[in-house]
């Protein structure tokens, strides 16, 4: 169970008479600047770490829990909500300060212990946000929660009956967290060695390859468990609240296959050069303060946000994690950017990606969004940036590469993913996912570029995010549309895009029909990415 259920009462209701959810966007702009300026914000500096006091977890929940289950009085119910939501924010946020702390330095004992620490317990924390909500199923005033001003019509429909959160299931979510460390711990003792040298296979990759097959067999079984036909099925609904199947991703992944890999096998290298042109990370920030200014309304508003209070850690350090991220700390109700920068042009993409993440947040007071809805936000200002900055036509081949290398590459690992959670368990070895990845490889064009078949061992997400790479290629091809509109009608892609930054949608097929964008699988879809990109690429 994660953050998004939990926004629906704490945030929504909020959002609803502060913020609003479409509509007049200067509006909504205005709301939310008297929302924020009436917070006592504070720089990240500032941000203190505490770790959680499962102790107190465990008692709020409890009481929190007896309340739903006992009082017939709705207000009573409602502070026993937002007490243990309190609690769960707190809990969010101390992990996700311990997570941005120990990724700035892998090499740092003491955040690696905290870190840990609440690694281990947020299967307990979701546990007890899904008790809480079985509780609620079934409260005395059920009825009055699932009114339309807090939790909807049919909301605890699901919360009926008994919780999949026993103890055969918590601890298999347990035992995955713990193999996830594990991986970050190869990681961080990879640091000392070239990433992808012989040595780093030698020493580390073979190590990985071990660890994903156990990951591989153990997240098998708890989709078995739970009674899903394939892991595939269980991550799509159960971490990612996706609208469409992974039957339909599979015939878009072929479709992907047909149209673009024969234009990836043949791309001109010469289109990354802009791309991994000199650039420090103050010229990235400049880049961002460029393409913020330009649009105006809600993006330059959090681009002062961000600014004013320094949510951000963006400078290069051989010790930090080598990936961006961003995320909502709720108990400040402050969006955060991470990233390791690489020195190159490509970081000013980079930062404006994340910042993307960082806007909708800001717009929605911590996104409900699920991923594939989240991802069009920041993938979609990259190719924004590209026309309301001036510095983005230097970019815009190398970006127009870099999104037919997202289609396809992201493809490929989407592919390798379900090819591998398909696979019998006596079949889940590390020879067997290394063949499959060798004939993804082939499949998808990657022996054009040096491709090695060990390398998926160096892809964070299949450790640590399965089967989230396809939200990747379907928000990319969401992101994509918007960018086409701009091109046919400057102002219409960004004016639907600043809208978009407050929908409370969380589904991506939902969300694509109610801004009026078409589905990736969509006839012929596929077709109109290809003739823009080879437009564009010429």
């Known amino acids: ?107 740092d004992i003491y ?20 008790a809480l909500y079985h509780a609620l199923a079934d409260s005395p005033v059920r009825k009055e929660l699932e009114g339309e001003e807090y939790f909807g019509p049919g909301f605890f429909d699901a919360y009926d009956g008994e919780s999949i959160w026993d103890e055969t299931f918590t601890a298999m979510v347990e035992e995955e967290t713990a193999l996830v460390s594990r991986y970050y711990d190869l990681s961080s003792q990879a640091l000392e060695v070239p990433e992808g040298s012989r040595e780093f296979y030698d020493r580390y990759g073979d190590q990985m390859a071990q660890l994903y097959a156990e990951l591989v067999l153990l997240r098998q079984e708890m989709a078995a468990y739970l009674g899903y036909p394939g892991y595939s099925e269980f991550a799509y609904e159960f971490y990612y609240y996706r609208d469409y199947t992974p039957q339909q991703v599979v015939t878009y992944l072929d479709k992907i296959r047909q149209e673009l890999v024969p234009m990836y096998r043949t791309l001109d ?19 961002l303060q460029g393409t913020a200014t330009a649009m105006g309304g809600v993006v330059e508003s959090a681009f002062g946000m961000l600014m004013d209070y320094e949510l951000y850690d963006i400078g290069y350090s051989e010790n930090k994690y080598n990936a961006s991220f961003e995320t909502f700390l709720s108990s ?24 993307g993440h960082f806007a909708n947040d800001y717009a929605c007071l911590g996104s409900v969004a699920g991923i594939d809805v989240a991802e069009i936000f920041s993938q979609a200002l990259e190719y924004l ?18 999104s037919l290398c997202v289609f396809v590459e992201q493809a490929a690992y989407a592919s390798f993913e379900h090819q591998v959670y398909a696979l019998a368990p006596e079949q889940v070895t590390p020879e067997t996912i290394r063949s499959i ?43 994509f549309r918007i960018y086409q509109m701009e091109l046919a009608e400057p102002g219409a892609g ?27 699988f969509a006839e012929g879809r596929v077709e109109t990415i290809r003739q823009t990109l080879e437009e564009m690429l010429k």
């Not at 892809?459 to 396809?470: D, K, N």
């Open 1 to 107: 169970m994660k953050k998004k259920l939990l926004a629906l009462i704490a945030l929504v209701l909020a959002l609803l008479m502060l913020a609003g959810c479409g509509g007049d966007m200067d509006l909504n702009l205005m709301r939310l600047e008297m929302y924020y300026r009436g917070l006592d914000l504070v720089k990240y500096e500032d941000m203190k770490y505490t770790r959680p006091d499962m102790t107190e977890h465990d008692r709020v929940l409890l009481e929190s829990c007896e309340t739903a289950r006992t009082a017939k009085n709705l207000e009573e119910v409602v502070e026993a909500i937002y007490a243990y939501y309190d609690c769960y924010d707190v809990f969010y946020t101390s992990y996700s300060l311990a997570n941005i702390r120990y990724s700035a330095n892998l090499t």
């Open 111 to 130: 955040w690696e212990e905290e870190y840990n620490y609440c690694a281990s317990y947020t299967a307990t924390v979701d546990a007890g946000l899904d």
């Open 269 to 287: 290298r010469s289109v990354w050069e802009a791309g991994y042109a000199a650039c420090d990370i103050a010229d990235a920030m400049d880049y």
């Open 332 to 355: 400040y109700s402050e969006p955060f950017i991470f990233m390791n920068p690489q020195g190159a042009a490509m970081d000013k993409l980079t930062l404006v990606h994340e910042f």
């Open 385 to 402: 940036s590209l026309v309301y900055n001036p510095e983005g036509q230097t970019l815009t081949r190398y970006k127009m590469a870099d």
């Open 437 to 479: 990845f060798a004939q993804v490889g082939e499949d998808f064009g990657f022996v054009e570029w040096g491709f090695d078949d060990r390398s998926y061992v160096r892809v964070p997400h299949f450790f640590t995010s399965p089967q989230y790479v396809i939200s990747y290629v379907v928000s990319n091809d969401a992101a």
């Open 494 to 520: 960004l004016a639907l895009y600043q809208d978009s930054l407050y929908s409370m949608e969380s589904f991506f097929l939902a969300f694509l029909n109610s801004v009026g964008l078409e589905s990736p």
